[in-house]
């Protein structure tokens, strides 16, 4: 060995164990429940960077993770996350999880909105369920939204509320729906978990998204545009003329905010439709367009020029071998076409036209 050898220093011990293989962790962590806790464990400042690049279904799928941990001991935590335990080593415990930490955590990197967003949809200890958030809807906009569905769809829904709220959407109900109800509370069918959850999504997107992104607004206009927008055709417009005549001021924020079948000409984007015809079955394209033809004409030309005319002459054939449809039946399907509108605005597909207020027309030719 060389005098200069000799005088080096012993290599830092930390060195001696780096290859060690690390303890196992506690069985049962799912691979995004380790990189929550990784995520966790680097604090705000350090995962920053690495969240800005992680996309909203990811985040949420952290988040969901993270909600559904309980304490998590110290020794399972440097196993899953060995690589940091610079970030770690001056925590004197674990990591506490839960729902309200997850949204603290989310809400440092996406603000309280996004958090909310990505958070409202957990179904994990402390968080609310779609069914809980109901109670706190008004309850003539929640009857309102309720009459355009199936009378079983209906039943389903009142059996997850409590009976006060239950009494008082039944008796906002037309009497012939809230007759169907009845019945078919009297005797519940099985509700398959798979459909429970679809109808949850639905009503989620459908009714509760809009009403948070109106109250969000704070225009008196949007919220009474979003509540209009699941009333039947009738009662609407007997709303805007009320609006319109005692408060003329929000009409034009009243109709920016509505969104029904036959503003879909003026709303949507020619390129959007034939995406939008094939989120819903043929016998619902067929029903709303049958009676579109009354209702809605310039609708039907509109969505017909945007589609394949082989398909259309089809629809054509198809419509005048149909049975008659009530208007009922006629009115849910074009609903139908709108919540398959909304969904994929929702999930970014396409955006909506704009549409121009009487104000901004009188603006634009002053």
Same mark, same amino acid.
Do not use: C
């Given at each position: 060995?060389?005098?200069?050898?000799?005088?080096?220093?012993?290599?830092?011990?930390?060195?001696?164990?780096?290859?060690? &293989?690390?303890?196992? /962790?506690?069985?049962?962590?799912?691979?995004?429940?380790?990189? $929550?806790?990784? +995520?966790? =464990? !680097?604090? @705000?400042?350090?995962?920053?960077?690495?969240?800005?690049?992680?996309?909203?279904?990811?985040?949420?799928?952290?988040?969901?993770?993270?909600?559904?941990?309980?304490?998590?001991?110290?020794?399972?935590?440097?196993?899953?996350?060995?690589?940091?335990?610079?970030?770690?080593?001056?925590?004197?415990?674990?990591?506490?999880?839960?729902?309200?930490?997850?949204?603290?955590?989310?809400?440092?990197?996406?603000?309280?909105?996004?958090?909310?967003?990505?958070?409202?949809?957990?179904?994990?200890?402390?968080?609310?369920?779609?069914?809980?958030?109901?109670?706190?809807?008004?309850?003539?906009?929640?009857?309102?939204?309720?009459?355009?569905?199936? &009378?079983?769809?209906? /039943?389903?829904?009142?059996?997850?509320?409590?009976?006060?709220? $239950?009494?008082? +959407?039944? =008796? !906002?109900? @037309?009497?012939?729906?809230?007759?169907?109800?009845?019945?078919?509370?009297?005797?519940?069918?099985?509700?398959?978990?798979?459909?429970?959850?679809?109808?949850?999504?639905?009503?989620?997107?459908?009714?509760?998204?809009?009403?948070?992104?109106?109250?969000?607004?704070?225009?008196?206009?949007?919220?009474?545009?979003?509540?209009?927008?699941?009333?039947?055709?009738?009662?609407?417009?007997?709303?805007?003329?009320?609006?319109?005549?005692?408060?003329?001021?929000?009409?034009?924020?009243?109709?920016?905010?509505?969104?029904?079948?036959?503003?879909?000409?003026?709303?949507?984007?020619?390129?959007?439709?034939?995406?939008?015809?094939?989120?819903?079955?043929?016998?619902?394209?067929?029903?709303?367009?049958?009676?579109?033809?009354?209702? $809605?004409?310039?609708?039907?030309?509109?969505?017909?020029?945007?589609?394949?005319?082989?398909?259309?002459?089809?629809?054509?054939?198809?419509?005048?071998?149909?049975?008659?449809?009530?208007?009922?039946?006629?009115?849910?399907?074009?609903?139908?076409?709108?919540?398959?509108?909304?969904?994929?605005?929702?999930?970014?597909?396409?955006?909506?036209?704009?549409?121009?207020?009487?104000?901004?027309?009188?603006?634009?030719?002053?």
């Amino acid at each position: 060995m060389t005098s200069e050898a000799a005088k080096l220093p012993p290599p830092p011990a930390r060195l001696a164990i780096e290859h060690k &293989p690390p303890a196992p /962790a506690r069985a049962g962590f799912t691979a995004p429940q380790k990189a $929550a806790l990784i +995520i966790a =464990a !680097l604090g @705000p400042e350090a995962a920053g960077p690495i969240i800005e690049r992680i996309g909203d279904k990811h985040l949420k799928a952290f988040a969901e993770a993270y909600a559904r941990l309980q304490n998590v001991a110290r020794k399972d935590l440097s196993s899953v996350v060995l690589e940091f335990l610079t970030n770690v080593s001056g925590k004197e415990d674990g990591l506490k999880g839960g729902f309200a930490e997850a949204r603290s955590l989310v809400s440092h990197f996406k603000g309280e909105d996004s958090a909310a967003k990505l958070l409202d949809a957990i179904d994990a200890p402390g968080g609310r369920t779609v069914w809980q958030k109901l109670a706190a809807v008004e309850d003539q906009t929640l009857a309102d939204y309720l009459a355009a569905k199936s &009378p079983q769809t209906i /039943a389903v829904v009142m059996a997850r509320m409590d009976l006060d709220k $239950a009494s008082n +959407i039944l =008796a !906002l109900l @037309p009497d012939d729906v809230a007759q169907h109800v009845i019945t078919r509370l009297t005797k519940p069918a099985p509700v398959r978990p798979e459909a429970l959850r679809a109808l949850a999504a639905a009503i989620e997107s459908e009714l509760l998204a809009p009403l948070r992104k109106a109250a969000k607004s704070g225009g008196p206009g949007e919220k009474i545009g979003a509540m209009l927008n699941n009333m039947s055709e009738e009662k609407r417009e007997s709303f805007l003329q009320f609006i319109a005549s005692k408060a003329p001021d929000l009409i034009d924020d009243v109709k920016s905010a509505i969104l029904t079948f036959k503003d879909i000409p003026a709303r949507l984007p020619a390129k959007a439709v034939t995406q939008v015809t094939r989120e819903v079955d043929v016998q619902t394209v067929l029903k709303a367009a049958k009676y579109g033809r009354k209702n $809605a004409p310039e609708t039907v030309e509109f969505l017909f020029a945007n589609i394949s005319q082989r398909l259309v002459q089809q629809y054509e054939e198809q419509m005048k071998e149909m049975k008659p449809v009530t208007v009922a039946d006629a009115e849910a399907a074009q609903g139908q076409i709108m919540i398959a509108i909304r969904k994929l605005v929702a999930e970014g597909a396409f955006e909506l036209n704009k549409i121009e207020t009487e104000e901004q027309t009188e603006e634009e030719f002053i």
